[in-house]
Structures are given as structure tokens and as C-alpha cells.
């Protein structure tokens, strides 16, 4: 499985971007997916995930709620991270990654990772 993650760069406070996951090497509705992201001088911390299959079960972290969309297009092999009314603490390398199974906010559950994007929030 690889997984490539796109989508990332400047953007200012209060602004959106959309990033990408594209996923290859295995039948996508087979694993769950999630984002996660790294700011400088702090440790990966988990963002959003999506189950399998349809992505029936979805789940982000408070800090992120409300702005942050998480979703799928399993005909795209696909995974998307909608990132609205970004803020400057928003700015971090963002990274995909996938298991099977169910979703988990938990990064050590996770076997493949993307190479990560960087998304810079300027005030």
C-alpha cells in the first residue's frame, strides 16, 4: 500500500484549503484512513479518521471540530481533509495513513503513512 498526500501550502488565518490522500497498491474500501499532523517542535497528533467501507463512522479531536471535514471517494481511491477557518496553530506537515480495520486515533495503529504535506496558516 502507498499513499500520497497533496494538497498543502500558504494560506492565510480564516482561509480553507482541501487536502488529498491518494491511495494505491490495495482495495481501498478495505482500510480506514487518517489524518494526522506535526507542527515544529511538537509531537504527530491525530487530526480526523474515517472508517472503511462507505465511511460510515467519522471522528476529529475538539480541537478541530467544526472546521475540519474528513471524507472518502472510494471510486477515486481517495481520501480528503477539508480544512476550514484555518488558524495560525493549524500549521504543521500533514500526514495520511491507513489501516484495516476500524478507525483509530491512535497513530501506532497505523501501518502505511504518506509523506506527508505542509500547510503554513499566516496571520
Known amino acids: 500500500v502507498q499513499l500520497q498526500a497533496c494538497g498543502g501550502g500558504l494560506v492565510q488565518v480564516g482561509g480553507f484549503l482541501r487536502l488529498s490522500c491518494i491511495f494505491s497498491?490495495?482495495?481501498?474500501?478495505?482500510?480506514?484512513l487518517g489524518w494526522f499532523r506535526q507542527a515544529p517542535g511538537k509531537e504527530r497528533e491525530f487530526v480526523a479518521y474515517i472508517s472503511g467501507g462507505i465511511g460510515r463512522n467519522r471522528y476529529t479531536p475538539a480541537s478541530v471540530r467544526g472546521r475540519f471535514t474528513i471524507s472518502r471517494d472510494n471510486t477515486k481511491n481517495t481520501m480528503y481533509l477539508q480544512m476550514d477557518s484555518l488558524k495560525a496553530e493549524d500549521t504543521a506537515v500533514y500526514y495520511c495513513?491507513?489501516?484495516?480495520?476500524?478507525?483509530?486515533?491512535?497513530?501506532?495503529?497505523?501501518?502505511?503513512w504518506g509523506q506527508g504535506t505542509l500547510v503554513t496558516v499566516s496571520s
Open positions: 497498491g490495495g482495495t481501498f474500501g478495505n482500510y480506514a
Open positions: 495513513a491507513a489501516r484495516t480495520y476500524s478507525g483509530s486515533s491512535d497513530q501506532n495503529q497505523y501501518d502505511y
